[in-house]
Nanobody, 125 residues
Framework: QVQLVESGGGSVEIGGSLTLTCVFS????????MAWFRQAPGKERGGVAA??????????EFPEHVKGRFTISRDNAKNTLYLQMNSLKPEDTGVYYC????????????????WGQGTQVTVSS
């Protein structure tokens, strides 16, 4: 049984920073691929960043390029996933979801089968 709980969302000014945290409750966290997905108003849920169990990371390049501004990381000793978000833009606004999957692959949403409840990120002037 896997449970994911996100925290760290909120409202921030353009150019500001936030760090999202996802706590994984269950067994064998270090065997799961983990990812962050975002759903903005009027858009489908899309990938933001993923990190495999081997540490390889993938970042979204379209429609919003985040590599260089966002950093995904994991602390396997704490069963925790992070998304450090810098230089935030209005187009980064949305509900961010933590996802886990034993066969999770990059930003292919179909390969993740456990989801958190989401945390709202709002970026404005």
């Amino acid at each position: 049984q896997v449970q994911l709980v996100e925290s760290g969302g909120g409202s921030v000014e353009i150019g500001g920073s936030l760090t999202l945290t996802c706590v994984f409750s269950g067994n064998d966290y270090d065997t799961y691929s983990m990812a962050w997905f975002r759903q903005a108003p009027g858009k489908e849920r899309g990938g933001v960043a993923a990190i495999e169990h081997n540490g390889e990371s993938t970042y979204s390049e379209f429609p919003e390029h985040v590599k260089g501004r966002f950093t995904i990381s994991r602390d396997n000793a704490k069963n925790t996933l992070y998304l450090q978000m810098n230089s935030l833009k209005p187009e980064d606004t949305g509900v961010y979801y933590c996802a886990a999957g034993l066969d999770g692959f990059r930003l292919w949403v179909q390969t993740y089968n456990y989801w958190g409840q989401g945390t709202q990120v709002t970026v404005s002037s």
